[in-house]
């Protein structure tokens, strides 16, 4: 065989190697030490057909439920949302104080965002980042309206419209340094994923939120999500035109396959969802819901 073709030959199955090599990478993260547990929020369908899949009932209010609402200053948090009755002062439960440290008694959160948040740092400290500092976490409109009065525009929103009234939102710093420069930050930007936690108002994407970067503010809108964003570098505004353009998206995180399905949704109606295994739902706060389904 003449030399060149031999080259060629190398050529081409080192380029097959490498597509097939980041294909696995995109898709299938592996890089976690141990598999996240994640709690059971997932539906266990009542129906079941091989052939069509799980069928959903799903309601207009579904838009305006769940973890992956999407609330900026043109899309206000439901009114129909009540976070404050989960929110508690964490302070006075010091039993949900695990592994990092709270501002002081004002700062409130939901057990169930606690207990997210705890697993995240528990993973951060078996690698020795352990500085972590709550600062704020649920916020009432009033003590909101307070901040955007502060703050103004470009660091604060205005009542209403901001993530910290949703609850699902945490401003998180380091008791070494500013989140910038500190571990805990840095560790949180390449990690915080893994644990359903996304960095909210990355620096090169102040044009699309609208807020200046953030280096503090993490926000939970789980597994797969999470992975999905980071993965394709997307701002929550973006993941939500991304998941309309898509309709479906499938992948494996962390040995668990996924599908994530968006359906407009304007009236109550029942979907034909085509996809086995445990499921749940989010609205995006706009005109539709996702389904998630875990294989
Ligand atoms: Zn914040």
């Known amino acids: 065989m003449k030399k060149w073709m031999i080259c060629l030959m190398v050529l081409v199955l080192l380029g097959f190697g490498v597509t097939k090599f980041k294909a696995s990478m995109a898709r299938t993260p592996q890089d976690l030490a141990s598999p996240l547990q994640i709690d059971e929020p997932y539906n266990v369908p009542d129906s079941h057909s091989a052939v069509e899949g799980l069928t959903v009932d799903v309601t207009k209010e579904m838009v305006y439920q769940g973890d992956l609402l999407l609330v900026n200053k043109d899309h206000p948090v439901p009114k129909g949302l009540h976070p404050e009755s989960e929110a508690v002062s964490l302070i006075r439960n010091a039993e949900l104080i695990d592994g990092f440290g709270v501002l002081d008694n004002k700062v409130l959160l939901s057990p169930r965002m606690a207990d997210r948040f705890a697993t995240m740092v528990q993973a951060a400290g078996e690698e020795g ?43 998180i710093g380091s008791s070494q340094a500013e989140m910038n420069v500190a571990p805990e930050g840095q560790w949180l930007k390449e990690n915080a994923w893994k644990y359903g936690f996304i960095l909210r108002y990355p ?20 597994l797969p999500h999470s992975a999905i964003i980071h993965e394709n570098g997307l701002v929550l505004e973006q993941y939500m035109d991304y998941l309309k353009e898509h309709k479906s998206v499938s992948l494996t995180v962390q040995g668990h396959n996924y599908h994530v399905f968006y359906y407009p949704v304007s009236e109550d109606q029942t979907l034909q969802v085509p996809a086995h295994g445990k ?3 989010s609205g995006n706060n706009m005109d539709g819901i996702i389904v998630t389904v875990r294989e």
Do not use: C
């Open 279 to 281: 499921y749940e739902i």
């Open 129 to 171: 980042i352990d500085h972590f500092l709550i600062s704020s976490g649920y916020r009432d409109e009033q003590k909101q309206d307070e901040l955007y009065r502060q703050m103004g525009s470009r660091l604060a929103l205005p009542a209403g419209y901001s993530e910290h009234n949703l609850g699902l939102s945490l401003d």
């Open 203 to 222: 620096d090169d994407k102040t044009a699309i939120t609208g807020i200046q970067f953030e280096p503090w503010h993490f926000r939970y809108v789980g």
